[in-house]
């Protein structure tokens, strides 16, 4: 297993706690090409928060790669994001003042590679996406399914363990979806490449290996 | 920290930002700067002006007065060698009287204008090479050795030029005639030769005699009641003091001209005080100016805050990279600044001095106050910028990204 999940609870304390997720239990195996699926408000994307270390579980364990992540230190969680997750949010999440190959050799600088390389190696990437023709256009001169590629080369450019997406195509018109979906199976497929995203469209399923869906919380299936 | 990565967000961030916040930013920086440089330049050209006055016109640069027990200075070897220290420009021996002055200007002993006056006799040549009275004469002319019954006024005594004590003078011109009473009971009458004005109330107050006419109504010969020396480098005066010491004046008071300014010396450090109270505030200023500037940026850039430490960046990282910001904006700030001030303000305060009270004041632009105004709009940006970034990058990154 890549990922192994054991008892994790999410509470949001407040006047009246809301118990975001109930005691979930699961596992992902690597090459795995997953989907948490759910109504609104059933917990899908607070589970790929606790997963993706973007916030922390009340309790519960999440373990990856054989290391128990709720003991990382704020830094070591910053170290593990940049070099073993990679992550695409639904709404591109793009730097503005970034060119495409900017922001997708910003995870390789943090890394401390050479510029020659991170820029050989964010270049590719972009190519890989099919966005070879626009390195050095910025966010607001690309359309919405090509800035969500350049996030997708920006979070595979480190080679990650596990790329989260959550609702990578909810901004998307139903082509642009398509494009980023079939990238995302091309990807499993050919490079083995474990994937966890969070989606409400029942026609993503045949994307996928495995669905997980979610409900109050508590995992249904 | 990665310090590549900071430099180059910032770096991006201002190459690629909004050209009119940048072009505002650094406008402000540049103009506190100035403001920073320009204040404790004009306090110091104050201060310089009011130094410079007290030693062009009143006291030189040491004062050698009689010991406690005698009238005079009578050591009239050792005031003759004093000129032939090394460094001593020159040195003029007065003596000095309480007089009292009066002016009938209709010669028929009613309405005489009279007041209380110091008297102080002169060598002129001697004076010249102390004090610059005769380059402030603006009426007639200087003393001359040969001069008898010939008298040189202060404004404050003449009266008619605008001094500040207008209400307590003779009212007389050149070439009027004068009663001067001395302490020793004898009068004599003299000829109005010549007024000045030094912008020191204080000296122009007093009237200068000839050294022979004053030898005459005292009936003293190579003595003196005070000494004005004056040398090369000001601020080396205990150097000139010992040396003055060993030509024998054993038991005279020997003072620096900076002992015995009293009131100017305390206006002085006032001036002082205010300016560094205006230049703490000044800096201030600019630190919670360069922390406004920071901190709209930082909420601007909330969401990418987040992203950023999604994708791995530490916070450390993410506060450099807006103090790089903020000490870019700093570090032009003073090179524009500075630029401005050496470049522009500076000359035409050097051409059009401020006419003060105490002198015509310039700006003392020094390096002293350059390197305490980079380091205070330094300290301040990096204050400034730092506490908005750290504000940021403490957030949970699902605050930063959804708020």
New interface residues.
């Given amino acids: 297993m890549i990922i192994e999940v054991k008892n994790l609870k999410k509470t949001y304390e407040g006047k009246v706690p809301t118990y975001a997720l109930k005691n979930i239990n699961f596992g992902v195996k690597k090459g795995e090409f997953i989907a948490l699926m759910g109504r609104s408000g059933s917990g899908k994307s607070t589970l790929l928060?606790q997963l993706?270390l973007?916030?922390i579980p009340t309790s519960g364990e999440v373990i990856m790669d054989g290391t128990n992540l709720m003991l990382f230190t704020?830094?070591q969680k910053?170290?593990?994001?940049?070099?073993k997750?990679g992550?695409v949010?639904q709404s591109y999440?793009?730097?503005?003042?970034?060119t495409a190959l900017?922001s997708v050799y910003?995870?390789l600088?943090?890394s401390?590679v050479a510029k020659k390389e991170y820029i050989k190696k964010a270049s590719e990437m972009l190519k890989k996406v099919g966005l070879g023709d626009r390195l050095h256009h910025?966010p607001k001169e690309m359309s919405g399914g090509e800035q969500q590629r350049v996030a997708i080369a920006?979070a595979l450019v480190n080679n990650p363990l596990i790329l989260f997406a959550d609702e990578p195509t909810a901004n998307l018109d139903s082509e642009s979806s398509m494009v980023i979906l079939q990238l995302f199976r091309e990807l499993n497929k050919k490079i083995g490449q474990t994937i966890i995203m969070v989606t409400h469209e029942p026609d993503d399923k045949k994307y996928v290996d495995r669905v997980i869906s979610l409900k109050d919380g508590v995992i249904k299936n | 920290m990665?310090i590549?990565?900071s430099f180059?967000?910032a770096l991006?961030?201002i190459?690629?930002?909004n050209k009119g916040t940048l072009v505002m930013t650094i406008l402000i920086m540049t103009l506190a700067y100035v403001n920073l440089v320009f204040i404790s330049s004009v306090f110091g050209g104050i201060v310089e002006a009011i130094n410079t006055q007290s030693i062009d016109n009143q006291y030189g640069n040491i004062v050698i007065e009689p010991a406690v027990d005698k009238k005079y200075i009578d050591n009239s070897e050792a005031m003759e060698l004093i000129t032939t220290i090394s460094g001593v420009l020159g040195s003029s021996a007065h003596y000095v009287d309480n007089t009292i002055i009066k002016y009938d200007e209709r010669h028929d002993g009613k309405d005489i204008k009279s007041g209380r006056w110091l008297l102080k006799s002169i060598n002129p040549l001697d004076e010249k090479n102390v004090t610059k009275i005769h380059e402030s004469i603006i009426q007639g002319s200087f003393l001359e050795a040969t001069d008898k019954n010939k008298i040189l006024i202060g404004k404050e005594v003449a009266g008619g030029h605008g001094g500040d004590l207008d209400h307590l003078s003779l009212g007389v011109s050149v070439g009027d005639e004068i009663d001067v009473y001395f302490s020793n009971d004898i009068k004599r009458t003299y000829t109005v030769k010549g007024i000045f004005s030094t912008k020191s109330t204080a000296v122009d107050q007093m009237v200068f005699v000839t050294k022979k006419e004053m030898e005459s109504v005292l009936k003293v010969h190579k003595r003196a009641s005070e000494i004005l020396v004056k040398i090369e480098n000001t601020g080396s005066e205990n150097e000139y003091i010992n040396q003055i010491r060993q030509l024998g004046f054993k038991n005279e008071d020997i003072k620096k001209w900076s002992d015995l300014m009293g009131f100017t010396s305390s206006a002085s450090a006032s001036f002082t005080m205010i300016s560094i109270i205006l230049g703490v505030i000044g800096t201030i200023v600019a630190g919670v100016t360069i922390f406004i500037i920071i901190f709209v940026s930082v909420v601007n850039k909330r969401?990418?805050i987040g992203?950023?430490?999604?994708?791995?960046?530490?916070?450390n990282?993410i506060i450099l990279y807006f103090v790089m910001q903020a000490l870019f904006y700093g570090v032009i700030g003073i090179i524009l600044g500075a630029s401005l001030i050496l470049f522009i303000v500076r000359p035409y305060f050097i051409s059009n001095p401020l006419d003060f009270p105490v002198g015509w004041v310039s700006l003392k632009v020094t390096f002293d106050i350059i390197r305490i105004s980079n380091l205070s709009l330094m300290t301040a940006v990096l204050i400034g910028g730092f506490f908005p970034a750290y504000r940021g990058a403490k957030e949970?990154?699902?605050e930063s990204?959804w708020g």
Avoid: C, V
């Fill in positions: 928060h993706g973007l916030d704020e830094k910053s170290e593990f994001r940049l070099k997750l992550y949010f999440a793009l730097l503005p003042e970034l900017e910003l995870p600088m943090l401390g910025l920006r | 990665n590549k990565t180059f967000l991006t961030s190459k690629r930002g969401r990418q992203i950023l430490k999604a994708i791995g960046m530490t916070k990282t949970s990154i699902l990204i």
